[in-house]
């Protein structure tokens, strides 16, 4: 089994006694395409900030090629190829159902 390119493990992010995102876990593959959806409040952009590295989690690891990027700042994730963009439409036109 080959290594994801990918590995958020048992990630949480509290603010207070408020967790926003807890204990999430998601391999995922290089070239994979996936979506996070969710009701508003669910977690969703909070996650995509710690993979990002504009939050830090509270607990859990992130991997990226097979690196433990926890303690990574945001512009050396964005230098390994990690980015996010905001409610970008223009990403999907390509797709077809």
């Known amino acids: 089994m080959s290594v994801p390119l990918l590995r958020v493990d048992t990630v949480s992010r509290s603010y207070g ?10 391999d995922l593959e290089a070239g ?3 979506a996070i ?9 909070t996650l995509l900030h710690l993979v990002a590295g504009t939050l830090r989690p509270t607990a859990g690891r992130i991997h990226y ?3 433990d990027i926890g303690r990574w700042p945001a512009h050396r994730r964005a ?9 970008h439409p ?8």
């Open 79 to 87: 230098r390994a190829g990690i980015a996010r963009t905001w409610q």
């Open 17 to 26: 006694s408020r967790r926003a995102v807890d204990k999430v876990s998601v």
């Open 32 to 34: 994979a395409r996936h």
């Open 65 to 67: 090629a097979g690196h």
């Open 90 to 97: 223009a990403l999907a036109r390509p797709l077809t159902a």
């Open 37 to 45: 959806i969710g009701p508003n409040g669910a977690g969703k952009s």
